[in-house]
């Protein structure tokens, strides 16, 4: 079946530091593949997206490049803020039907300090 | 904004007892979804909906059903709630052919 991969955390870095949280997948087909991120409190929200092999997802300084040759989608951020601390969730889906689920990785918990 | 709501924030219940969660979302999403998040196992599913009366099972459907009689409410039901069944729950919904899931703020239970 499907699954997803996502380094193990914490992950705790210092202010303006460079962010790279790891994902790899496994699936048929060419799955859509998503990061999403959990704010202390609340639910998880979507970050950036990549629908097909090549593409770049970016939002708020984020990236991530759907590389199919290597089945990974890593997390990048050049200069992270304190506001970045959260729970990052790589995540897949393989839609079409009822398959619009998304099958989620354990997730990675970044802490930044000032 | 898509506004997913959940019934409670944190709530706690006593071994044996019937619990319901409720999802409530204002967008006319036609695809309604159940997760537990715990620590070390990440978000996995329960069980999803994509229409009113229709759900299918999630990956760990065992001791929960669910209900959808309307298309904006999807709930969860725990028949006899057991101390294993402590959890965060998060309710999501998406549009039928769209990838993008919708959360709400999650309830965390706690069945003693």
């Known amino acids: 079946g499907d699954s997803v991969t996502q380094m193990e955390g914490p992950v705790t870095l210092s202010e303006e530091a460079f962010l790279t949280i790891n994902c790899t997948y496994t699936?048929?087909?060419?799955?859509?593949l998503f990061w999403y991120v959990q704010y202390p409190g609340e639910g998880l929200q979507l970050l950036l997206k990549a629908t097909k092999a090549d593409d770049k997802g970016s939002n708020k300084g984020f990236e991530a490049t759907y590389r199919k040759e290597t089945t990974s989608f890593h997390l990048e951020k050049g200069s992270v803020q304190v506001s970045d601390s959260a729970v990052y969730f790589c995540?897949?889906?393989?839609?079409?039907?009822?398959?619009?689920?998304?099958?989620f990785g354990k997730g990675t918990l970044l802490t930044v300090n000032p | 904004d898509v506004k997913v709501t959940q019934s409670s924030r944190y709530l706690v219940k006593r071994t044996g007892e019937k619990v319901f969660l409720e999802c409530v979302q204002d967008?006319?999403?036609?695809?309604m979804f159940w997760y537990r998040q715990d620590p070390g196992l990440g978000l996995r599913l329960i069980y999803f909906s994509y229409d009113v009366k229709m759900k299918e099972k999630g990956d760990i459907p065992e001791g929960y059903s669910v209900s959808r009689e309307k298309k904006e409410r999807f709930s969860l039901i725990l028949e006899s709630a057991s101390t294993n069944q402590t959890s965060m729950y998060l309710c999501?919904?998406?549009?039928?052919?769209?990838?993008?899931?919708?959360f709400g703020p999650g309830t965390r239970l706690t069945v003693t």
């Open positions: 995540a897949l889906s393989r839609g079409g039907g009822s398959n619009y689920k998304l099958t």
């Open positions: 699936a048929t087909g060419y799955p859509s």
């Open positions: 967008m006319d999403h036609e695809n």
């Open positions: 999501a919904s998406s549009f039928g052919n769209s990838y993008e899931q919708y």
